[in-house]
């Protein structure tokens, strides 16, 4: 069985899980890269996240992703939506488990 690079699975462990649960209702997420970059995040300073694959969102997940972005940071529809276009949406790396085949690195 392959495991797909680009997908990483919430972390139950997770402060945040449920409201990640409550957003994607789904244990697993696609992202862009299996390896962590590093982002400045309001409130965390700079910390290690994964960037999250919004093309692969559904329309009822990405709905779910900008009304908790704006109830969570007190923000704007369309600020929220330019920022998502600008930025993308990190997840923090304690957030999700991503498991990278190795042969993929062979």
């Known amino acids: 069985m ?3 690079p680009t997908h990483a699975h919430l972390n139950t462990a997770s402060p945040r899980y449920r409201d990640w649960m409550r957003v994607f209702r789904t244990p697993m997420v696609e992202i862009e890269a299996p390896a962590p ?3 400045e995040l309001p409130g ?3 910390q290690p996240v994964y ?5 692969a969102l559904r329309g009822d997940q990405r709905a779910r992703l ?3 972005i704006c ?3 007190g923000l704007a ?6 920022g998502l276009a600008r930025d993308g949406c990190p997840i923090l790396a304690e957030d999700v488990a991503v498991s990278v085949d190795t042969r993929l690195v062979l």
């Open 71 to 73: 109830t969570r940071f």
């Open 66 to 68: 900008l009304d908790h």
């Open 77 to 82: 529809i369309d600020e929220v939506v330019v």
């Open 51 to 55: 960037q999250l694959k919004l093309s």
């Open 37 to 39: 970059i590093l982002a």
């Open 2 to 4: 392959a495991i797909n």
């Open 44 to 46: 965390l300073g700079v």
